[in-house]
């Protein structure tokens, strides 16, 4: 370490604070300390340290309301929460409010030193994206930017810059076919590590009896078969970013196994023995993690280790307006920039409701530019469930006879819905057949309110 670091140390209880002072000096950092939030925030504006480690719990002043003053004094100062056992929620809280990183207690000296370590490599990486390539490296088939204009894109992209200079976890949510890859490559690609490996796995694509040496590795005679060293994804991934696709397919005992490689940073091949890590992890699911945890099929630390920043996909149909840029994309990749479409068939397409999302528009457009007669698309050259009424729906549906548009109305679904449920949000998103992430979603969407209002 050739240039010496400070860290403010926040922190009630004596003995604590004593022993990570010892052991940061011990690592050659210059450490200062303070025993509660306030004393912590006047240590922090006479030193100005570069990093801040502050407990979330102290009677004084919270480690929330010291992080938030923090930031607002100085953005770029990192700050890491210590929190206890059982408590991880208050540390994703504290993640989403400006944290770099979390700690529970109770932790080593190792693992606090390596976590203060990775967090001031992080703070002298230049991670400015106007450095970046505007394009996907040659070397990355098949990658994309993301497309739309519609406000809930522009909110992913927001959220998306704010997070990729970070290495904190992200849980990508979305139905099937909507780009949660895509999302996961951009994250990578504006990150400081874009030059690193970005790794894919598909946890629903390979066998349970194979996950693990796939995940971690083997060595050579680890079990019958192995008849040779194989390095594992996280391995390949290492310095990077490890996207795991359909994360929430992931059997419970390799969920235990992959919560130690998270919360360790090191993993443990089959029959070999334990290698230090540095990898982003970004997972992404099309399934209810928060209903998969209460039917106990998903283990809840593990969902709180990987949602420390949620990004929220929305489908197709529920940004139509980005269908037509969507089309033009695909026409370019596949070499049709010369074809049209007529205004009938613009229009079909942007009122069709994508259930397949994107995944199924590129399907479509291919059949299309596959059995097309000229280079201008017509409704003829439509599929036919494209021209299909809107099912069972479209006789029993009655409009109001006030006009009302089509978001007010599914304003209204959502809240007879809960009402009739006494606002169990689960009852109501099965009642609307659909995931509870969708109504939980709907309900931000219409800034409905989390609980039954006071009457």
Request: net charge neutral.
């Amino acid at each position: 370490m050739t240039d010496i670091h400070s860290v403010l140390i926040i922190d009630d209880d004596d003995s604590l604070r004593r022993v990570m002072e010892l052991t940061l000096k011990g690592a050659g950092y210059e450490v200062a300390t303070a025993t509660g939030g306030k004393s912590g925030l006047d240590q922090f504006t006479k030193r100005q340290p570069d990093l801040v480690i502050t407990d979330v719990q102290m009677p004084d002043l919270s480690g929330y309301e010291v992080l938030r003053r923090i930031k607002q004094q100085a953005p770029q100062t990192i700050v890491i929460v210590i929190t206890a056992f059982g408590t991880i929620e208050k540390a994703v809280r504290a993640m989403r409010e400006g944290a770099y990183d979390y700690i529970t207690k109770p932790f080593g000296k190792n693992e606090l030193v390596a976590i203060v370590s990775r967090a001031i490599r992080y703070r002298n990486t230049p991670a400015t994206t106007a450095a970046l390539p505007e394009k996907e490296p040659a070397s990355e088939p098949g990658s994309r930017k993301i497309i739309g204009n519609s406000s809930s894109i522009a909110r992913v992209r927001q959220l998306i810059d704010r997070v990729a200079g970070s290495d904190a976890t992200v849980l990508i949510h979305g139905d099937s076919g909507v780009g949660k890859e895509v999302v996961a490559r951009e994250i990578h690609r504006l990150s400081p590590w874009s030059h690193e490996p970005f790794v894919v796995v598909n946890c629903a694509a390979i066998p349970t009896e194979l996950l693990e040496s796939e995940l971690f590795g083997h060595v050579k005679g680890a079990f019958t078969g192995a008849i040779d060293k194989r390095v594992g994804k996280f391995e390949e991934a290492d310095g990077g970013t490890l996207f795991l696709d359909e994360i929430g397919e992931l059997p419970l005992a390799m969920q235990a196994k992959l919560l130690r490689a998270l919360q360790e940073k090191e993993i443990e091949p089959v029959g070999g023995s334990r290698k230090r890590i540095a990898v982003r992890v970004i997972a992404a699911t099309n399934r209810d993690l928060e209903q998969e945890v209460q039917n106990q099929l998903f283990r809840e630390d593990l969902y709180y280790r990987l949602a420390v920043i949620t990004v929220e996909l929305p489908p197709l149909r529920e940004r139509r307006e980005d269908v037509p840029l969507f089309i033009d994309h695909i026409l370019n990749q596949k070499g049709c920039s010369q074809v049209q479409l007529t205004p009938e068939v613009m229009t079909l397409l942007r009122n069709y409701d994508w259930p397949g999302n994107v995944r199924e528009l590129e399907n479509c457009l291919e059949r299309m530019l596959v059995l097309r007669s000229s280079d201008l698309l017509e409704v003829d050259d439509l599929p036919p469930k494209i021209l299909k009424p809107g099912g069972p729906l479209t006789a029993e549906l009655r409009l109001p006879e006030h006009n009302l548009s089509l978001p007010e109305l599914e304003k209204q679904a959502v809240i007879q819905a809960l009402q009739r449920s006494g606002w169990n949000k689960s009852q109501a998103a099965k009642a609307l057949k659909i995931p509870r992430h969708v109504l939980l979603y709907r309900m931000e969407k219409y800034a409905i309110p989390a609980k039954k209002p006071e009457v």
